[in-house]
């Protein structure tokens, strides 16, 4: 016999926006893990405001105006911001408070401390990964509040609430979770890759281990830096997380256009593009790339 909590479970906003590679994605639809039902989207150029403009929200509204309106005006939705925002970490601490209030000023503090984020102003984000007594393992998680703030407020001003935001390498790790992919011993490289950026997400057991991210200039060469800084975070995951060759490498790249240099990485490691692990199905209404973390961000569980 059905609960009452069976017959009415919490609701996923059916409605997702995605900022990266100066696009501007919003998508209106629904996602069971299997079929993607889309029902709206809309695509613009967006480049992300400067903090330090004098109105930086004055280019955000008019594109949220016209997006919301293409999309039905939807009263929530979700938020995937660029990696590069974010900085993370796994970090342990003795004594743990147990009053919020105090929890707060000590992640901000270890956030500052640990995670050298060129921004002051920060909000941070924790999960416990490990606990005994007053000693945590945490996952922590910090990006600029100003820019976080400008983008709830914008939305907000358009009568849509904005109740998750997240990052693309993050929420693809979650559907990657949920499909039962990361759950193995060995340790698992999620590696995002797009036009303007390189992250890389390290997990073991399906718990994050690693999290880095680089930002690459339009003057570099990009498949040369890319090579590079690959080989200096597979030196790092060498020296620092395990002796042992990585297993397994999950990618996405944000456009054909991107070739990844798959000969830097060890001959027995297993390398899959997310979409096959996902089996993911490709829509012709919107691309790969953007679809992959869109869905992933309004996955409901039937």
Not at 14 to 38: I, M, P
Not at 56 to 73: F, M, T, W, Y
Not at 137 to 145: L, N, Q, S, V
């Given at each position: 016999m059905?609960t ?7 609701s996923?906003p ?46 955000i ?6 997006a ?12 995937i911001l ?7 970490q796994v ?25 050298a ?8 984000r ?5 606990k ?7 996952w922590?998680?910090?990006a ?21 935001i997240?990052?693309?390498?993050l929420v ?5 979770a ?21 992250t890389?997400?390290?997990v ?6 690693f999290f ?9 060469d990009f498949?040369e830096?890319?090579a590079?800084?690959i ?6 995951q060498?020296?620092?997380l ?6 397994k ?27 096959k ?9 919107i691309p790969?790339?953007?679809a992959?973390?869109?869905a992933?961000?309004i996955?409901?569980?039937k």
């Amino acid at each position: 016999m059905n609960t009452f909590w069976e017959l009415l479970p919490p609701s996923m906003p059916d409605t997702s926006f995605l900022f990266e590679d100066e696009q501007a994605w919003g998508f209106r639809g629904n996602f069971d893990g299997k079929t993607l039902n889309l029902v709206s989207k809309v695509n613009e150029y967006f480049k992300l405001p400067s903090l330090e403009e004098e109105n930086p929200s004055e280019d955000i509204v008019p594109l949220l105006e016209r997006a919301l309106l293409s999309l039905g005006n939807p009263d929530r939705a979700s938020l995937i911001l660029p990696d590069t925002i974010y900085r993370m970490q796994v970090l342990d601490i003795d004594n743990f408070p147990k009053d919020q209030k105090e929890i707060k000023k000590v992640l901000l503090w270890q956030a500052r401390r640990n995670l050298a984020h060129p921004s002051n102003n920060l909000r941070v984000r924790h999960k416990i990964l490990e606990k005994e007594g007053d000693f945590v393992r945490i996952w922590i998680c910090a990006a600029p509040e100003d820019l976080l703030s400008l983008f709830e407020k914008s939305f907000k001003q358009k009568k849509c609430h904005i109740g998750y935001i997240t990052s693309p390498s993050l929420v693809i790790s979650e559907a990657l979770a949920r499909k039962g992919a990361l759950e193995t011993d060995d340790i698992v490289l999620i590696m995002n890759v797009t036009s303007k950026s390189l992250t890389f997400l390290f997990v073991k057991n399906a718990k994050p281990l690693f999290f880095r991210t680089k930002e690459i200039r339009e003057s570099s060469d990009f498949e040369e830096r890319v090579a590079q800084e690959i080989k200096l975070t597979l030196m790092f995951q060498r020296e620092k997380l395990s002796e042992k060759p990585l297993k397994k490498i999950i990618y996405r790249v944000s456009s054909p256009d991107i070739h990844l240099p798959f000969e830097e990485f060890d001959l027995m490691t297993e390398i899959f593009p997310v979409e096959k692990v996902l089996a993911f199905q490709e829509s012709p209404q919107i691309p790969l790339a953007a679809a992959i973390p869109l869905a992933s961000s309004i996955w409901e569980e039937k």
